[in-house]
């Protein structure tokens, strides 16, 4: 159903407040280092601050700290923060608080009984020791194979005061602080009067809680809200016009077509790129996702400082290339029954097709008709697909086990740009069973080790993204999007982003 906003409200800037539809059922606490659901993560943001934050470009930029300095190869960064910071009430913000907020993450990480690290345990990978000499300074003894400037990164995390970082509904530092909160049906936040910047102009903004997208979007088209999030490929049917504007984001999920290198028919590199010259990632994003899928031919986001664009001249579609290549591989159609096969030296006819395995996804219902597309693209220069749709749970087991082919997955990425899981030999992401001892020695050492200035990092990295088109291990096809839809334009930065849907709501002015 096409969602119609009344014709009486005119699109225009945002005044002193804001109502926000979102979907939220599992949040009955504020525990900002726990969170448990994507809209409620973009709440979070507005109220508490990390030491550093990503600019529009994902270049690592000064929150809490004013500045940081390296020292000793990486070893050991020392953070600056800013004078008179304080939390919402009033009290002072030191480095004390910092300190505090990353040991509680750290312990919980440790903790060898808990299943679930913590959504930010991934510090564990790159903090060794944390301490505050002063009030002002923070001191971060690198872990050694994380002594790189990704590690800026992994200070992302929310700040929370040293007696509250265990308990629920702790002060925050950010723009707003949350006024009331009723779970499950609302949670209304006030401009922070103890904000180091200056004041917001939208001093209210309300959050209304739905069970369902359906309702969130029912609530948008009958005026109760004035601004909905959706992942919905629904929410696509919304363009900018005069009474709603279409505000679409980039999520963090990375979406890829993995290939089984101990699988003879794809251990060839050849026959991998033949793959990624048949697939035309374009035509699969427009069509199934509506162009809410943003084309990548990397791991790291295209808007990021770091990605490579030479990437985007050569991987490119062309099914010609794609065909020489399998012929120079030794692969014809001897019985012309469109499927590729090559005579094997046992004397038996080998056929080109492979299992492609698809998992159910709950937010992503339209994966399998990305997996069609796949089996019609590679079918058009003769690469025989047979779907094996599966169960989450057990594509999981597939996938550890590398019982397949080709596999249509989703990776969530990282806030550090860093995607050795998916290209180091026996990591956790490595599905494929990729092994380069050239890579693994551009991340483990090269990258992770000696990359801790701006240029030296970024150049690794596009070395690695250089190494990755020419192995080919994997194809990359498209990050997944989202969009904000609103009556009130509400800011003015360039990428609102998911976890961040209300990013510079606290700095527009109109």
């Given amino acids: ?302 808007d990021s400082w770091l990605y490579d664009s030479h990437a985007d001249e050569t991987v490119v579609h062309d099914p010609d290339e794609a065909r020489r290549i399998l012929e120079s591989e030794g692969w014809g159609d001897s019985n012309e029954d469109g499927v590729l096969d090559r005579l094997m030296d046992n004397g038996e006819l080998q056929e080109l097709t492979l299992r492609l395995l698809v998992y159910e996804e709950p937010d992503n219902d339209v994966r399998f008709q990305a997996a069609d597309m796949i089996k019609s693209q590679l079918g058009a220069v003769g690469i025989g697909v047979e779907i094996a749709n599966a169960t989450y749970t057990d594509a999981q087991t597939r996938l550890s086990a590398g019982n397949f082919h080709l596999a249509l997955v989703a990776f969530e990425m990282d806030p550090c740009p860093d995607p050795g899981f998916l290209l180091t030999r026996g990591n956790t992401g490595n599905y494929g069973r990729y092994r380069s001892e050239a890579m693994d020695e551009l991340i483990n050492t090269s990258l992770r080790k000696e990359a801790y200035t701006p240029g030296t990092f970024r150049d690794r990295m596009v070395e690695i993204q250089e190494l990755l088109i020419q192995d080919c291990p994997f194809v990359c096809l498209y990050y997944r999007g989202g969009t904000v839809l609103t009556r009130y334009m509400y800011t003015t930065a360039r990428n609102i982003r998911e976890y961040e849907l209300l990013r510079g709501i606290e700095l527009f002015r109109r």
């Fill in 1 to 302: 159903m096409l969602l119609i906003p009344p014709l009486s409200v005119n699109a225009g800037n945002v005044g002193i407040s804001l109502s926000v539809g979102i979907q939220s059922t599992k949040t009955f606490t504020i525990r900002p280092l726990e969170p448990l659901e994507r809209d409620v993560r973009s709440i979070y943001s507005l109220v508490y601050e990390p030491l550093v934050t990503v600019n529009d470009a994902y270049e690592p930029e000064g929150c809490l700290a004013e500045s940081w300095l390296e020292s000793n190869n990486g070893r050991t960064w020392t953070f600056n923060l800013r004078s008179n910071l304080t939390f919402s009430d009033g009290s002072p913000l030191t480095a004390s608080d910092v300190v505090a907020t990353a040991n509680a993450i750290l312990e919980r990480a440790a903790d060898e009984t808990a299943a679930d690290k913590g959504y930010y345990g991934n510090l564990r990978y790159f903090v060794d020791r944390i301490s505050a000499p002063d009030d002002r300074t923070v001191v971060v003894r690198t872990k050694s194979n994380r002594s790189y400037y990704g590690m800026l990164y992994a200070m992302t995390f929310p700040v929370l005061p040293a007696a509250e970082v265990n308990q629920d509904d702790p002060m925050g530092s950010g723009p707003y602080f949350i006024a009331d909160f009723a779970p499950g049906f609302y949670i209304t936040l006030e401009a922070n009067p103890n904000w180091w910047r200056s004041p917001p102009q939208v001093t209210q903004i309300t959050f209304m809680c739905h069970d369902t997208q359906k309702a969130v979007m029912e609530s948008y088209e009958y005026g109760r809200v004035n601004t909905v999030f959706s992942r919905s490929i629904a929410a696509a049917q919304y363009r900018s016009g005069s009474t709603s504007l279409a505000l679409d984001y980039r999520t963090s999920q990375l979406e890829m077509l993995l290939m089984n290198q101990t699988y003879t028919k794809l251990a060839s590199p050849g026959v991998r790129m033949a793959i990624r010259y048949a697939l035309d990632p374009d035509a699969i994003a427009e069509s199934v996702y509506m162009g809410t899928a943003y084309r990548t031919n990397t791991p790291i986001n295209p």
